[in-house]
């Protein structure tokens, strides 16, 4: 892998890179991007989840990366394979904005909330530190990861460029 090379992440989808690149994913609305980072070995991993909780999965074989429950063990799982180490893992997450008003607070409406909130509970549970987040809002977001010096860039129309 090339130190420049892009890696797109799909929705409900999740790569991972040992030694360079840049993963990028787009349209995150409600969708929570999570990138695990390991600094020693420089192995990054990203994953585009759109829900909570894969116990509500209604599809014949279940797509892990789809949600946070699946996608953020599995990832681990892929990058310790490249020769990362969990201990040694950050995590940074953008995204998970509410972007529809409701009137009614009614939970299944607080997809973009819930997913961070279920994020954050699958990396608490692994012991893997968030050190930094862009989420919640109401406004869409693109992200990359440079996996080279763990750089995450935060886009949006409304706000502009954030590096965290």
């Known amino acids: ?6 890696i797109k992440v799909g929705m409900a989808d999740l790569q991972v890179t040992s030694g360079g690149g840049v993963l990028k994913t787009t349209g995150l609305g409600s969708c929570v991007g999570v990138t695990l980072y390991d600094p020693k070995t420089k192995t990054a991993g990203m994953a585009h989840i759109m829900l909570p909780d894969s116990s509500i999965a209604r599809e014949g074989v279940l797509n892990k990366a789809k949600y946070a429950d699946t996608a953020i063990p599995e990832m681990v799982e892929q990058m310790v394979r490249l020769g990362a180490s969990v201990p040694r893992m950050v995590a940074k997450l953008a995204g998970g904005a509410q972007m529809f008003a409701f009137n009614a607070v009614h939970d299944s409406m607080r997809i973009g909330p819930r997913n961070a909130e279920a994020c954050k509970e699958q990396l608490m549970r692994l012991a893997i530190p968030v050190v930094a987040e862009d989420t919640g809002g109401s406004v869409g ?24």
Do not use: N
Not at 1 to 6: I, K, P, V, W, Y
Not at 143 to 160: C, H, K, M, S
């Open 1 to 6: 892998m090339t130190q420049g090379a892009l």
């Open 141 to 164: 977001r693109t992200i990359e990861f440079y996996a080279d010096r763990g750089l995450l860039v935060v886009r949006t129309v409304q706000q502009g460029v954030k590096e965290l």
